[in-house]
């Protein structure tokens, strides 16, 4: 299982920024496919999910501005991000998990990508 993030960038605030899963090994139709975020010193944080049946869920922090998202024929899962505050500056990370459970807790899931990093300058 590979899942390949791409798409951060240095982007001002109140830009926009468009992330990419690409996943290999599992089909993102089939499971549960969340974004974490972790900025310097803090702990990984939930960002967003979609689950299997199309649910998506967000954080409180990023609700109204972010969307998520998947295209089933590319296998990949995206994350619109738009309003973009200094704050919302970490790497990010896809994640995908078959387990049952919140999407919100990072130790549901069993696959990491590799992370993308997203500087957002005030």
């Known amino acids: 299982v590979q899942l390949q993030a791409s798409g951060g960038g240095l982007v001002q605030a109140g830009g926009s920024l468009r992330l990419s899963c690409a996943a290999s090994?599992?089909?993102?139709?089939?499971?549960?496919m969340g974004w974490f975020r972790q900025a310097p010193g803090k702990e990984r944080e939930f960002v967003s999910a979609i689950r299997w049946n199309s649910a998506t869920y967000y954080a409180d922090s990023v609700k109204g501005r972010f969307t998520c998202s998947r295209r089933n024929a590319e296998n990949t899962v995206y994350l619109q991000m738009n309003s973009l505050k200094p704050e919302d500056t970490a790497v990010y990370y896809c994640?995908?998990?078959?387990?049952?459970?919140?999407?919100?807790?990072?130790?549901?899931?069993?696959?990491w990508g590799q992370g993308t990093l997203v500087t957002v300058s005030s």
């Open positions: 994640a995908a998990t078959s387990r049952v459970g919140t999407p919100m807790s990072p130790n549901v899931y069993n696959y």
């Open positions: 090994g599992v089909r993102v139709s089939n499971y549960n």
